[in-house]
């Protein structure tokens, strides 16, 4: 019987083996299949459509569009400058924040953390918070898509749950050897926060650089829309730039794609591990 029931079992994880690999693969070819055409026809100086393995007619005059057309190379760079600032100052938001919530003896830690933690689940809204940046002049200015998505409570939390899983004794050491807090702060709590501030920073930049609603709400001149604004503009049909000789209208907007998509492409795999870890930030606590 014992014999019987162990081939069953086994039969059983088979089928599931089979039928998992089965539909992983269906998956990957659904995400796959759709990348792997705007790849070709970002490399294809033809104006045919439809679906191809290979490009007909192989070039790059799509990416030197891209890369030195004053039109899209000014949004793209707004993009890197508001991606690395934004990224930078949310982690440095977020960490010094964080640090101030562990710090058990400080007066109103508890109500200072309820507080933070209720515009998670209230916020004032989209015309309140249009009203304030207005009224400080941060309109039709990059501080406005900045600044705003720097403040995330979210992160703040993670970070603060992952402060909290460092034993407190090397806290408790580092004071006794005279550190300030600060000197705590950087020569503790942030060495022995890695996979945190990766994890943390990989979604702060996804959030900025792919960034359209707060463009789209808080800046009004052209001149400073980011790479996802005139990204958009370009699958309208309504901003299309003047292609490199030997490129096409599709080859340009196919190529535009993949500069908007590879750089996180060739970040992700190598944050991958902190990634994960960053997922189970606070789970766990001994």
């Known amino acids: 019987m014992e014999a019987t029931a162990k081939r069953k079992t086994k039969s059983n994880w088979s089928v599931f083996s089979v039928v998992n690999g089965l539909i992983f693969v269906i998956v990957c070819l659904i995400i796959l299949v759709p990348l792997w055409k705007v790849l070709v026809d970002s490399l294809d100086l033809t104006t045919g459509y439809g679906m191809k393995l290979f490009p007909d007619k192989f070039g790059l005059a799509g990416y ?89 409570v979210y992160n703040l939390v993670l970070m603060r749950n992952f402060f909290e899983g460092i034993p407190n004794s090397l806290f408790e050491s580092a004071t006794l050897d005279g550190c300030t807090p600060m000197q705590t702060f950087y020569k503790i709590a942030l060495p022995l926060s890695k996979a945190a501030l ?48 030997g490129a096409t209208e599709n080859t340009v907007r196919n190529a535009a794609i993949i500069v908007a998509i590879l750089p996180f492409m060739i970040l992700y795999p190598f944050l991958q591990k902190y990634f994960v870890k960053g997922i189970n930030i606070g789970a766990v606590k001994e």
């Open 198 to 245: 990766a994890s943390i920073g990989l979604m702060f930049a996804v959030s900025y650089w792919n960034d359209y609603t707060n463009y789209k709400l808080y800046i009004n001149k052209e001149q400073l829309y980011n790479f996802q604004m005139k990204l958009r503009s370009m699958m309208q049909g309504s901003d299309l730039p003047m292609a490199t000789a």
């Open 64 to 152: 030197q569009t891209v890369l030195s057309n004053p039109t899209l190379l000014r949004p793209l760079m707004i993009s890197v400058i508001t991606t690395l600032s934004g990224t930078l100052l949310g982690l440095l938001l977020s960490t010094l924040g964080a640090y101030v919530l562990i710090q058990w003896e400080m007066p109103g830690r508890t109500f200072l953390a309820n507080l933070l933690l209720v515009t998670m689940v209230f916020s004032g809204g989209m015309i309140p918070t249009y009203l304030v940046l207005r009224n400080l002049h941060m309109t039709n200015t990059l501080w406005s898509v900045i600044l705003l998505p720097a403040i995330n």
